[in-house]
C-alpha cells in the first residue's frame, strides 16, 4: 500500500527566505505526484504536476523535483512572502490505476514579515 | 469558468439521515474524484468515475454511493449518516485520470 510522508509538519521562516518542502512516497511504480496549496477553509489549488518521466517542473517562484527511484519530490520555493503561508500538499498517482491518489498530511507554511 | 462547484457549502445531519452532496464542473473533464478530509487522516479517496457512466471504488467508499449523472455531474449520497461521517468534502475533476486535479471549495458535514 503506498504511504506518502511530509516531514516537517510545520515550519516557519522569515520573509525572503528560500526554503524546501519535502514528499516521500514509498511505493516507486507512480504515475504522477502533484503539489497542491490549502488554505484554511478552502479547497485545494493546483500548484505543480509532475510526470513520472520527468525530473522537475517550475512555475514562477516554485520549482518542484521528482526522483522516484529514491522515493522523493521536493518542493522548492525561493524568496517566500507572508502570502504563501498555507498548508503545502502533495500527492500520488499509482500507474497500475492511474484514478486513484494517495495524499501526503501536509506542511503547514508560515512566512512571518 | 465557475470550475468546479459543490453545494452545500455547510451541512448538520441527525444521525440516519440520508443526504445527497452535488457537484458539477465546467471544464469539460472525464474523471471526477469525491474525497474526505479529516484532522491527522489526511485525504482520502471515497469514490472516483474515471469517465461517464463508470464508477469505482476509493479507499473509504463504505456508507458512500455515487452517481455520475453525465459529464459535469458528480452526486455523493450519504444513505443513512453516522457521527464518522462528520468530515470536509471534497469534490474534484481532470481532464483524464492521469491529468492534473483540480479541487471544488468543500462541504463541511456534521452529523450529531
Known amino acids: 500500500k503506498q504511504e506518502v510522508t511530509q516531514i516537517p509538519a510545520a515550519l516557519s521562516v522569515p520573509e525572503g527566505e528560500n526554503l524546501v518542502l519535502n514528499c516521500s512516497f514509498t511505493?516507486?511504480?507512480?504515475?504522477?505526484l502533484q503539489w497542491f496549496r490549502q488554505d484554511p477553509g478552502k479547497g485545494l489549488t493546483s500548484l505543480l504536476l509532475?510526470?513520472?518521466?520527468?525530473r522537475e517542473q517550475t512555475s514562477g517562484r516554485l520549482n518542484a523535483s521528482l526522483d522516484k527511484s529514491s522515493g522523493r519530490s521536493t518542493l522548492y520555493i525561493a524568496a517566500s512572502q507572508p502570502g504563501d503561508s498555507a498548508t503545502y500538499l502533495c500527492?500520488?498517482?499509482?500507474?497500475?490505476?492511474?484514478?486513484?491518489?494517495?495524499f501526503g498530511d501536509g506542511t503547514t507554511l508560515t512566512v512571518k514579515p | 469558468n465557475a470550475g468546479v462547484t459543490q453545494t452545500p457549502k455547510f451541512q448538520v445531519l441527525k444521525t440516519g439521515q440520508s443526504m445527497t452532496l452535488q457537484c458539477a464542473q465546467d471544464?469539460?473533464?472525464?474523471?471526477m474524484y469525491w474525497y474526505r478530509q479529516d484532522p491527522g487522516m489526511g485525504l482520502r479517496l471515497i469514490y472516483y468515475?474515471?469517465?461517464?457512466?463508470?464508477?469505482d471504488k476509493g479507499e473509504v467508499p463504505n456508507g458512500y454511493n455515487v452517481s455520475r449523472l453525465n459529464k459535469r455531474e458528480f452526486s455523493l449520497r450519504l444513505e443513512s449518516a453516522a457521527p464518522s461521517q462528520t468530515s470536509v468534502y471534497f469534490c474534484?475533476?481532470?481532464?483524464?485520470?492521469?491529468?492534473?486535479?483540480?479541487f471544488g471549495p468543500g462541504t463541511r458535514l456534521t452529523v450529531t
Open positions: 500527492a500520488v498517482k499509482r500507474d497500475t490505476n492511474a484514478g486513484k491518489s494517495t
Open positions: 509532475i510526470q513520472s518521466s520527468q
Open positions: 471544464m469539460n473533464h472525464n474523471s
Open positions: 474534484a475533476s481532470s481532464r483524464l485520470a492521469e491529468y492534473e486535479q483540480y
Open positions: 468515475s474515471a469517465s461517464e457512466g463508470t464508477t
Open positions: 511505493d516507486s511504480a507512480i504515475y504522477n
